[in-house]
């Protein structure tokens, strides 16, 4: 049974089939057992005792010694030989890889035609859903302040009609102890006692203040898909001097200026500051 439909102008993912009919070449030998057989094919075919030769000469590189100018110059003869039989290898390897090099070409092809409709459609939804995050995300922040604000003002009026309190309440002692009327004593108390109340009201508000915003949980798609709102990092280096002091012990950083530096001194440069750059005698074989 076919799937619900994402939207309602969207078909249903579709139920996987019967198997298809086999491809072409279905019942060649399998990749494992015919490549070894064409490399070998194609490396005989024209010099039928390439192999014995290639272990003869590998055979002589365990008896090969430079004593002299005769024998370096043997030496040189075994290291051109070995380059003929490595001439040989590759131009078979290209031979026998190339129709399978021009087959995954195609097939590549199919793959990269509809993978990049999918990639530029994937990117065009996950633009959409990501605009719609930071808005969402930008109005639970904008209300989550405006509740702490609120909170913060409720928490400040009940503590100044605290304050209001206890000064009134000093206030009608103070008039208590000067009055000379009843009338006078009986006023004090009632501006103490209206204080009181307004500070048990005024806390009472800062209780009631609303709670902060709960954040969105993730949304749950009915075919099944999962959403959720994340926050991501992204980042531009605008100082490279001072962004290669913060990642220069990193071990690719190591890597890429190790590369930098041979690639100069292949280049001919010898002065190179924290580096150093050595001759070394090699033997060159023509």
């Known amino acids: 049974m076919a799937t619900k439909p994402i939207f309602d102008d969207v078909p249903a993912w579709p139920d996987k089939a019967a198997p298809a009919p086999a491809h072409i070449g279905h019942n060649k030998p399998p990749l494992e057992e015919l490549i070894p057989v064409e490399f070998r094919a194609e490396l005989l075919r024209e010099r039928p005792d390439f192999l014995t030769k290639l272990n003869d000469l590998i ?4 008896r090969a010694k430079a004593e002299d100018d005769a024998t370096l110059g043997k030496c040189g003869d075994l290291v051109k030989a ?4 490595a001439s040989h290898i590759d131009a078979t390897h290209k031979a026998v890889k190339e129709p399978h090099l021009v087959a995954g070409r195609l097939v590549d092809a199919e793959k990269n035609a509809l993978a990049g409709r999918l990639t530029e ?5 996950e633009a959409i859903g990501n605009a719609f995050v930071a808005k969402r995300e930008a109005e639970q922040r904008a209300e989550r302040e405006r509740i702490a604000a609120e909170q913060r003002a409720a928490a400040e009026r009940a503590a100044q009609a605290e304050r209001d309190r206890v000064a009134a309440e000093q206030e009608a002692a103070r008039a208590a102890a000067e009055a000379t009327t009843q009338a006078e004593r009986d006023a004090a108390a009632e501006r103490a006692a209206q204080a009181a109340r307004e500070a048990e009201e005024a806390m009472a508000a800062a ?5 902060t915003a709960a954040r969105a949980e993730p949304v749950r798609s009915d075919a099944g898909a999962t959403v959720s709102g994340k926050q991501d990092w992204a980042c531009e280096v605008e100082d490279y001097a001072a962004a290669f002091r913060a990642v220069k012990s990193d071990p690719k950083v190591k890597e ?3 590369a930098a530096v041979k690639r100069l001194v292949r ?3 010898r002065e190179l500051k924290g580096v150093r750059v050595w001759p070394v005698a090699k033997a060159n074989f023509r």
């Open 82 to 85: 070995y380059r003929a039989c």
């Open 59 to 62: 055979a002589a590189a365990d």
């Open 256 to 258: 890429a200026i190790d």
């Open 207 to 211: 209780s009631l203040a609303p709670a």
């Open 267 to 269: 280049a001919g440069q």
């Open 121 to 125: 459609a994937k990117a065009k939804v």
